[in-house]
T-cell receptor, first 108, second 116 residues
């Protein structure tokens, strides 16, 4: 089992819709969770970090963490074409481990 | 704050030559710096972790004699790809931990290496 798993997609949503990105992880002692956005040919940029169970909102982005289910998600409300990118889930145990990423396309 | 730079942003070299990539934390001191490699349409693969003044820790399968890492200060780490071959062509990205935010990693803009 991979340490961090994501649906590779591609995920396609219409402009204005909610995009839902999911991630599961295998190590129960994980304490820090991150979502990065990576545009093609660019390096990742941090969108959200979450450390405790529940929801964390920042603008149009909401991260959700459920440690019992070893599950973390990212919701993007009112999706825009500029949100089209690959979204990387990362989990920090002893070091940072990245999922393979989910490619999101927001269609105008 | 927490800006990381890389130089060069891209480089083309001949097979057999060596290439040095610099990673700098511009406005903070980095406790640890990380080097990743990313092939097209694949995820980030951690190559090595380096702490200032000590030897880098390489991930399994990464040749430490081929990918030389020097972490001379709290703001500078370098990766040298020695005797580069076309299969080393990739996107190399560094990241750094902020001393006060050790759980997060801040990424540099990446260096695209093409070996002819």
């Amino acid at each position: 089992q991979k340490e961090v798993e994501q649906n590779s997609g591609p995920l396609s949503v219409p402009e204005g819709a909610i995009a839902s990105l999911n991630c599961t992880y295998s190590d129960r002692v994980s304490q820090s969770f991150f979502w990065y956005r990576q545009y093609s040919g660019k390096s990742p940029e941090l969108i959200m970090s979450i450390y405790s169970n529940g929801d964390k909102e920042d603008g149009r982005f909401t991260a959700q963490l459920n440690k019992a289910s070893q599950y973390v998600s990212l919701l993007i409300r009112d999706s825009q074409p500029s949100d089209s990118a690959t979204y990387l889930c990362a989990v920090n145990v002893h070091d940072m481990r990245f999922g393979a990423g989910t490619r999101l396309t927001v269609k105008p | 704050g927490a800006v990381v730079s890389q130089h060069p942003s891209w480089v083309i070299c001949k097979s057999g030559t060596s290439v040095k990539i610099e990673c700098r934390s511009l406005d903070f001191q980095a406790t640890t710096m990380f080097w990743y490699r990313q092939f097209p349409k694949q995820s980030l693969m951690l190559m090595a972790t380096s702490n200032e003044g000590s030897k880098a820790t390489y991930e399994q399968g990464v040749e430490k004699d081929k990918f030389l890492i020097n972490h001379a200060s709290l703001t500078l780490s370098t990766l040298t790809v020695t005797s580069a071959h076309p299969e080393d062509s990739s996107f190399y990205i560094c990241s750094a931990n902020h001393r006060d935010r050790v759980d997060e990693q801040f990424f540099g803009p990446g260096t695209r290496l093409t070996v002819l």
